[in-house]
């Protein structure tokens, strides 16, 4: 799954994680991977959490684009989906797949509250989201 996690953002182009270079991204994929294996074994989420928290706090100070980041967490979500309607039963992969999206979603979460809190200390164009209440003044 993470070969397949790692030939998703490969297919992206140009970014952060092609200039991070190939045995940097797949660690981090496997960091993020583990880090699901261990949250859905200890229905936990909070330890997922916590490392979402801490990867936004590294991809932001590297200059990552917070879609960037999400695209991974996306690309490890597409590889697991294949996998378990390739190779679980049709009754298994609601339940399946309900749990995996609920512990990447949390991630995915904590991941843009960190990006946004952090934007709001320091302006990040990408982040900026006045034009979407441009003409809201008033209203």
């Known amino acids: 799954m993470v070969d397949a996690a790692e030939e998703a953002l490969a297919r992206l182009g140009p970014g952060h994680y092609q200039t991070a270079g190939e045995v940097e991204v797949r660690r981090r994929l496997e960091a993020l991977f583990e ?24 991809r932001f ?9 999400q695209t991974a967490f996306n690309a490890v979500e597409e590889a697991i989906w294949t996998q378990a309607v390739a190779m679980l039963e049709p009754g298994q992969l609601a339940q399946t797949l309900g749990l995996v999206s609920t512990v990447l979603g949390c991630g995915k979460d904590a991941l843009a509250r960190t990006y946004v809190s952090l934007a709001t200390r320091t302006h990040a164009p990408s982040l900026d989201l006045r034009a979407l209440f441009r003409g809201s003044e008033g209203a």
């Open 35 to 58: 880090q699901l294996l261990d949250s859905l074994a200890n229905h936990d989420l909070g330890p997922m959490i916590a490392f979402a928290q801490s990867v936004a706090e590294e």
């Open 61 to 69: 100070n590297a200059g990552y684009d917070l879609s960037e980041v």
